[in-house]
T-cell receptor, first 113, second 113 residues
């Protein structure tokens, strides 16, 4: 019940394309869903996050779409750039003081020039 | 404001030895969490400390332990190292117990030979 399933495992798009990464969760106790971006040799960086009472959130070129009934959420990267090439992780967080991140398995994104 | 810092960045140890990793959170942040990242298991939660108290613990053996000091700095210790402990160990900090946003450091790459 703690899993967060993420797909695809890897993704290649052309510059300007819109890569979409999908995640699904089982545990309805999650009440915060962040996305992290990780470059080689670096720690994960918080990119954008959403609460389950919101269906969509945009920050710059990054958009999260959230479907509470289906227990699914996705990350869209508009006008993708080669600098967006990185590994992306979705996660779920339990509410309250137990702020344990349950991560998806990651998506390696390559944006070709 | 400086980010999360971790020392050392790289470490090579021999099976059976023990190791101590250090983490300094973002100034003002009082919660520190530790995660293990491996290609096979992904990102897994180890434990979280807040105000020098362990608040939550992941599913790792007792060889993995940690502590937090009064200045919020944290250390984690792994005793009797095994080859499978080779991983990137990440520290994340957050401001208060009830805030969700966690910020990661660059990690310590531990190699056990």
């Amino acid at each position: 019940q703690q899993q967060v399933k993420q797909s695809p495992q890897s993704l290649i798009v052309q510059k300007g394309g819109i890569p979409i990464i999908n995640c699904a969760y089982e545990n309805t106790a999650f009440d915060y869903f962040p996305w992290y971006q990780q470059f080689p040799g670096k720690g994960p960086a918080l990119l954008i996050a959403i609460r389950p009472d919101v269906s969509e959130k945009k920050e710059g070129r990054f958009t999260i779409s959230f479907n509470k009934s289906a227990k699914q959420f996705s990350l869209h990267i508009m006008d993708s750039q080669p600098g967006d090439s990185a590994t992306y992780f979705c996660a779920g967080v339990y509410g309250g003081a137990t702020n344990k991140l349950i991560f998806g398995t990651g998506t390696l994104l390559a944006v070709q020039p | 404001k400086a980010g999360v810092t971790q020392t050392p960045r790289y470490l090579i140890k021999t099976r059976g030895q023990q190791v101590t990793l250090s983490c300094s959170p973002i100034s003002g942040h009082r919660s520190v969490s530790w995660y293990q990242q491996t290609p096979g298991q992904g990102l897994q939660f180890l434990f979280e400390y807040f105000s020098e108290t362990q608040r939550n613990k992941g599913n790792f053996p007792g060889r993995f332990s940690g502590r937090q000091f009064s200045n919020s700095r944290s250390e984690m210790n792994v005793s009797t190292l095994e080859l499978g402990d080779s991983a990137l160990y990440l520290c994340a900090s957050r401001f208060l117990a009830l805030t969700y946003e966690q910020y990661f450091g660059p990690g310590t790459r531990l190699t056990v030979t």
